[in-house]
């Protein structure tokens, strides 16, 4: 399963980088997507990262301030978040999909799922 770590607390405008250790799969295999959930909020896609080319997606919400990359010889994923807002505050997931057919990182469910790690951002 995917292990994410790498959350804590974090001033408005400043970074964080999550990791997604991957372990019990072939990694490089399978597409690796980041979600997260606010407390009183619907489970949001933030970002993926294809297994095949590398490409990413990101939502709206975090576009222009998220970079998300991958390392297959460490099986590991990251999620870099730069100028963070209050509103990134939330529990941060990684899944995996072992992308079964063709499609865009997003076309993919993900259903294997991390344990989460919190991120806040507050002053």
């Known amino acids: 399963l995917p292990v994410e770590s790498g959350g804590g607390l974090v001033q408005p405008g400043g970074s964080l980088r999550l990791s997604c250790v991957g372990s019990?799969?072939?990694?490089?295999?399978?597409?690796i997507g980041w979600f997260r959930q606010a407390p009183g909020k619907e489970r949001e896609r933030v970002s993926c990262?294809?297994?095949?080319?590398?490409?990413?997606w990101s939502a709206d919400s975090v576009k222009g301030r998220v970079t998300t990359s991958r390392d297959n010889a460490k099986n590991t994923a990251y999620l870099q978040i730069d100028r963070l807002k209050p509103e990134d505050t939330a529990v941060y997931y990684c899944?995996?999909?072992?992308?079964?057919?063709?499609?865009?990182?997003?076309?993919?469910?993900?259903?294997?799922w991390g344990q989460g790690t919190q991120v806040t951002v507050s002053s």
């Open positions: 899944a995996a999909d072992p992308a079964l057919y063709i499609s865009t990182c997003d076309g993919y469910p993900y259903n294997m």
């Open positions: 019990g799969f072939t990694f490089e295999y399978y597409a």
């Open positions: 990262i294809s297994n095949t080319d590398g490409s990413t």
